[in-house]
């Protein structure tokens, strides 16, 4: 048999001596074959010049069954004696010409290797059974295929002319996403030893088919924390900014690491984002992920029965930066999950949730009677009576417009554009707008009297009653207005 360091060179069959013909198959072949009187040639059931087709039938059956038999024997010698080296340069060459006494020799050796399980199929790991190996397509790249070594898959690289005779017995076990987290299945100890590069290629060919045969179980996926987590047990997150990175990034555990994700991979996650390709477990953070993580993180420890609480500089700056993150991605105010979290800033330095029991406050308008409002709630004694900071300490005012007028009487702010609602906020704090400088109580006076002729008779007297509980304006008579 051809050296596989040799030359390419065509066989010959031997009849105790050489025979003068030649075969395009990588052996030598000896046999008591049934020849021509010359040795020229061999007796074929196509000859019509034979009367007795017992010679041939001799020769198809050599041909057909020993040396086929004869030549898995020599592969599998081959194999035991070396078997850190590829058989393959050995197997009998495809034959396309169905009159060739090699025509059907590639498949009977193929079928005699499946039907006794021999493991004569070559890989990394060294020869394997066929249904212990998984057959390559041929278009895997070089990065791909140096990882599959490393990961010691054994994949099975059959020469490309071979692939005809050789497919059918692969039908379940051909190279894929879903093979290969099959094969990994249970195989962490052995992923925890990888090269973070091998560990990069191989979720890379896995990402969209995570879901199958056990894949959401591989710790494939780096995480800020420094190690390597699956999907099966929890959520993991991928940032969309660094404004999300900063907001979460408390949790490390959970957050994906991208500097440790190659280029393909995030974009690739990207565009599965997008097309909600991905798998479940794998996503965004949404509202509902950003409650659970400022309790765990941000809020821990406050009590849940108050509407009201003070909050360190740390969950102060988390307020700020989620009210940016829920406008950047227009979170809507309305949504649950949002309830019961201390997020409206007060301006007496206290945060208040978003949907309180009881407490109300109200939202400043623009300009100095805005300003002035914000003076009279830091003169109040008990400071009971806070505003909600707005603008770039606060909130957008535009992010509470609701519609509907249950949503808006649940989130308990009221606004100070509304002439009744700033009235009764101000017949609440009469100390502090009795200390007031007279030109504001007179900006505060000219800004009732050009909002009052434009209210309902409904909201006149709501308003007259509130002026008089003030008592602050001798010369303000309700009636004239």
């Known amino acids: 048999m051809?050296?596989?360091?040799?030359?390419?060179?065509?066989?010959?069959?031997?009849?105790?001596?050489?025979?003068?013909?030649?075969?395009?198959?990588?052996?030598?072949?000896?046999?008591?074959?049934?020849?021509?009187?010359?040795?020229?040639?061999?007796?074929h059931l196509r000859d019509n010049s034979t009367r007795y087709k017992n010679p041939a039938e001799w020769n198809k059956w050599l041909f057909e069954t020993l040396i086929p038999i004869a030549w898995t024997n020599l592969l599998l010698h081959k194999a035991q004696l070396h078997p850190d080296r590829s058989g393959f340069p050995h197997w009998p060459r495809d034959v396309q010409d169905p009159n060739d006494f090699f025509a059907r020799t590639l498949h009977n050796v193929v079928a005699i290797i499946e039907n006794m399980s021999y493991p004569l199929w070559y890989t990394s790991v060294g020869y394997v059974k066929a249904c212990d190996g998984l057959l390559a397509k041929g278009e895997e790249s070089e990065e791909l295929k140096s990882a599959l070594v490393e990961a010691k898959a054994p994949v099975i690289y059959v020469p490309v002319q071979f692939r005809p005779a050789v497919a059918s017995y692969f039908d379940d076990c051909m190279l894929s996403p879903q093979s290969l987290c099959k094969f990994l299945h249970a195989k962490n100890e052995r992923i925890r030893k990888w090269t973070p590069e091998t560990k990069n290629v191989i979720l890379e060919y896995?990402?969209?088919?995570?879901?199958?045969?056990?894949g959401t179980k591989l710790e494939l996926f780096p995480c800020e924390d420094g190690c390597y987590r699956a999907l099966h047990d929890n959520a993991l997150f991928f940032h969309r900014d660094q404004l999300e990175a900063k907001l979460f990034s408390a949790a490390k555990q959970s957050n994906l690491d991208l500097n440790r994700l190659s280029p393909q991979i995030k974009a690739s996650l990207k565009v599965g984002f997008m097309n909600s390709t991905v798998h479940s477990s794998l996503r965004h953070r949404c509202v509902a992920d950003m409650k659970n993580y400022a309790l765990a993180w941000i809020f821990k420890g406050q009590d849940s029965n108050q509407d009201v609480v003070r909050l360190n500089e740390k969950a102060a700056h988390f307020v700020s930066d989620?009210?940016?993150?829920?406008?950047?991605?227009?979170?809507?105010?309305?949504?649950?999950?949002?309830?019961?979290?201390?997020?409206?800033?007060?301006?007496?330095?206290?945060?208040r949730k978003l949907r309180p029991r009881c407490y109300w406050t109200i939202c400043p308008p623009d300009g100095k009677i805005g300003d002035l409002l914000l003076s009279f709630a830091r003169r109040q004694i008990n400071r009971n009576q806070p505003l909600m900071v707005t603008g770039p300490k606060g909130v957008n005012p535009q992010i509470l417009a609701l519609r509907k007028a249950e949503d808006r009487s649940q989130l308990k702010v009221r606004d100070g554009n509304n002439l009744v609602d700033l009235v009764e906020w101000l017949s609440r704090i009469p100390e502090a707008v009795a200390a007031a400088a007279a030109e504001d109580k007179e900006a505060i006076l000219q800004h009732i009297s050009q909002l009052f002729p434009l209210c309902n008779e409904r909201d006149r007297r709501s308003i007259s009653n509130s002026i008089q509980v003030l008592q602050l304006f001798p010369k303000f008579i309700p009636n004239r207005l």
């Open 2 to 43: 051809q050296e596989e360091h040799a030359k390419p060179h065509t066989g010959a069959l031997y009849t105790v001596l050489p025979l003068q013909i030649r075969i395009n198959q990588p052996a030598l072949i000896h046999g008591i074959f049934s020849l021509s009187p010359d040795r020229a040639s061999l007796h």
């Open 206 to 214: 896995l990402l969209f088919d995570l879901g199958a045969s056990g």
């Open 322 to 351: 989620c009210w940016t993150w829920m406008e950047q991605n227009d979170w809507k105010i309305s949504n649950g999950n949002l309830s019961g979290l201390w997020l409206l800033p007060l301006s007496n330095g206290q945060y």
